[in-house]
């Protein structure tokens, strides 16, 4: 049982004092340089609306006014079932920086789930 008993208390101050000063000296003996490249990933932003229709020129345009590639990044709204015209202001709404619409609208009835992207 004292086996067991010491075990677990070695265990338990390794994980908070031995690895961190394991990771410590291993940094001190040699450390890795960091190589940064200028990546900029393709993001797909989903926001999901129910009955939003006040507030979501706002957010289209803050997500519009982003600091990021507009060929970079879509919006990809799921309007859950909203009857006080957010799908006609999503119809509407077109990003100024691009030709075509940047926002795909998924519809879904109240309650129910949309199982295939791009199929309302």
């Known amino acids: 049982m004292r086996v067991l008993f ?16 394991w ?3 291993r940094k001190s003996w040699r450390s890795l ?17 129910h009955n939003e229709a006040q507030v ?13 590639p507009p060929d970079k990044y879509e919006v990809i709204v799921v309007s859950d079932g909203s009857n006080d015209g957010s799908d006609e202001i999503l ?3 077109r990003d100024p920086r691009w030709p075509q619409p940047r926002i795909r609208n998924l519809r879904a009835e109240q309650g129910q789930s949309v199982c295939r992207a791009g199929h309302p």
Do not use: E, M
Request: glycine share 4%.
């Open 56 to 68: 979501l020129p706002r957010k289209l345009q803050n997500l519009f006014d982003l600091d990021y």
């Open 23 to 25: 990771l410590y000296l």
């Open 33 to 49: 340089p960091v190589h940064r490249a200028p990546i900029t990933p393709f993001v797909s932003i989903l926001v999901a609306v």
């Open 91 to 93: 119809r509407a709404c």
């Open 6 to 21: 010491w075990g677990s208390v070695a265990l338990l101050a390794y994980t908070y004092a031995g690895y961190p000063l």
